[in-house]
């Protein structure tokens, strides 16, 4: 067993065990009564080490031994000395792998309260095509938004700040990450957690609403910043127009995790229902994913004047239209057969696959065994290099709605990093029969979804029936990138 590993025994033999060290017995596999004959039970045997890797990132990466001994074996993989949380089978997989994956893994092996540690093995990740490394990335953007942050603290005052911001001084690493993955498309109300930071109800004097705007727009481009104003308008509508307890854009929150910094790690949340941007940075890089979106009602309507518009403008909204519109062109744009070979039979979405599934965990386990489900599902989609070249512009204008919510050098770095694996990335769509039909997917029809599935760009969306505006359907969308969701910073 390795040192510093302690391994819990359990049952009749571990307390005769732990009576016999404290008696000088040397804590030996052995026991004894008086005039009996002593009974040594043996460490399970390993027949199959692990087996070093070396993995794209992006790939999969499986670790398996095959042991035998007495009783029933249990199991327990190790990244260099730290438990892997749910590593307890023979084998252990990473379903999607990145640069922090690399390492040592071994697994300890236990049987009748006697353990064997195994070999290790060393799991090699290489940079996925078009990987970018944070040399490449400019500073400027983040030294803005760095300087948006101080002046909405100083607006807030200390009490405020307080309450916004989560440093590593008084947070653990594992309850910051827990913090960023309090996130969800639901209503407050839903939730059994409450979002990290100040709800915009607080945000009141007119210098922190600027402030605060001011944030939100060094933060995102102007077609992010007026998503985030769109999806404020409609909960509004929801919360006053049609007077729908649980809802408005008074109960959006926003959040600072770590500290802000140009070389160091943290992050930016502004989340609420149908809302969560959750922004990474790291050396200068802005990772800006997972990111969450939904509106309701899809279409156009016009803004409340509850909040004295604080957060967002007068007039007429229609919030995500392009979003959906660029992914609509992808599966419009192509032929009976295409369209067929894309669809995923026998596959039906009530919801987009990965929403929040990891919310309050701190973990990415959840969001990994999904992604190996359809990693390993025998129906992907349509491989995009099987495109035309107008086909593929259509997948790269669907994709530019996503990134192009960013400053314009995290726009173009993970633009170009998604176009260089076209060649395994897949467009896919389904309806609520989960039978072929050649109409192609409908916004206006329940159980539509449309998704671009790629080593790492994965974008989804999913068409509802409403839950408030019951006469028509709501969309719900994510967009996460596979490698660099939270900069990578949560355990696998």
């Known amino acids: 067993m390795k040192r510093g590993r302690q391994i819990h025994k359990t049952g009749p033999l571990a307390i005769l065990l732990a009576v016999l060290g404290g008696c000088g017995g040397g804590g030996s596999s052995t026991s004894s009564d008086s005039g009996s004959t002593t009974t040594t039970v043996a460490a399970p045997t390993i027949?199959?080490?692990?087996?070093?890797?070396?993995?794209?990132?992006?790939?999969?990466?499986?670790?398996?031994?095959?042991?035998?001994?007495?009783?029933?074996?249990?199991?327990?993989?190790?990244?260099?000395?730290?438990?892997?949380?749910?590593?307890?089978?023979?084998?252990?997989?990473?379903?999607?792998?990145?640069?922090?994956?690399?390492?040592?893994?071994?697994v300890v092996v236990t049987g009748s309260g006697v353990s064997t540690t195994s070999a290790t093995a060393t799991l090699t990740v290489n940079a996925a095509s078009g990987t970018t490394t944070t040399a490449s990335c400019d500073t400027t953007h983040i030294t803005t938004l760095m300087s948006a942050v101080s002046a909405f603290e100083s607006a807030l005052g200390s009490s405020l700040t307080a309450s916004m911001a989560y440093d590593a001084a008084s947070n653990s690493s594992a309850q910051l990450n827990v913090y960023k993955t309090r996130w969800s498309n639901l209503p407050p109300g839903a939730l059994a957690?409450?979002?990290?930071?100040?709800?915009?109800?607080?945000?009141?004097?007119?210098?922190?609403?600027?402030?605060?705007?001011?944030?939100?727009?060094?933060?995102?481009?102007?077609?992010g910043y007026a998503d985030m104003q769109g999806v404020l308008a409609a909960d509004d509508y929801l919360g006053y127009t049609l007077n729908a307890n649980g809802y408005g854009a008074g109960l959006a929150r926003v959040a600072v995790i770590g500290t802000p910094s140009s070389t160091g790690s943290w992050a930016l949340m502004f989340g609420g229902h149908h809302l969560a941007f959750n922004l990474s940075f790291n050396g200068g890089c802005t990772y800006p994913t997972p990111h969450h979106i939904g509106v309701e009602p899809r279409t156009a309507f016009t803004a409340n004047s509850q909040t004295g518009y604080n957060f967002y403008g007068a007039g007429s909204y229609q919030v995500l239209s392009s979003k959906a519109a660029g992914m609509l062109a992808v599966f419009n744009g192509l032929s009976s057969s295409e369209k067929s070979s894309a669809f995923l039979t026998s596959q039906t979405f009530g919801d987009i696959l990965l929403g929040p599934v990891e919310a309050n965990t701190g973990s990415y386990a959840n969001v990994s065994t999904k992604l190996a489900a359809v990693a390993a599902s025998s129906k992907r989609g349509l491989l995009v290099t099987s495109l035309s070249t107008a086909e593929q512009a259509l997948v790269t204008a669907a994709i530019q709605q996503w990134v192009g919510d960013y400053d314009n050098d995290t726009a173009a770095r993970l633009l170009a990093d998604y176009q260089a694996d076209y060649a395994s990335t897949y467009v896919a769509w389904a309806n609520s029969s989960g039978s072929y039909s050649s109409d192609g997917p409908d916004a206006s029809t329940n159980g539509s979804y449309m998704r671009i599935d790629g080593p790492r760009v994965w974008i989804e969306i999913a068409v509802q029936n409403g839950v408030i505006v019951q006469s028509q359907t709501h969309y719900h969308m994510v967009y996460r990138d596979k490698t660099l969701d939270y900069f990578n910073e949560l355990a696998n």
């Open 193 to 223: 957690f409450t979002r990290p930071g100040i709800a915009l109800s607080q945000v009141t004097t007119s210098a922190q609403v600027a402030a605060f705007n001011t944030l939100a727009q060094a933060a995102l481009s102007s077609s």
């Open 47 to 106: 027949g199959s080490q692990p087996a070093s890797l070396t993995v794209t990132a992006g790939a999969s990466a499986t670790f398996s031994v095959v042991a035998t001994g007495s009783g029933t074996l249990s199991y327990q993989w190790f990244k260099g000395s730290t438990a892997i949380s749910g590593a307890t089978a023979a084998s252990y997989t990473i379903a999607s792998t990145a640069a922090g994956d690399a390492g040592s893994y071994d």
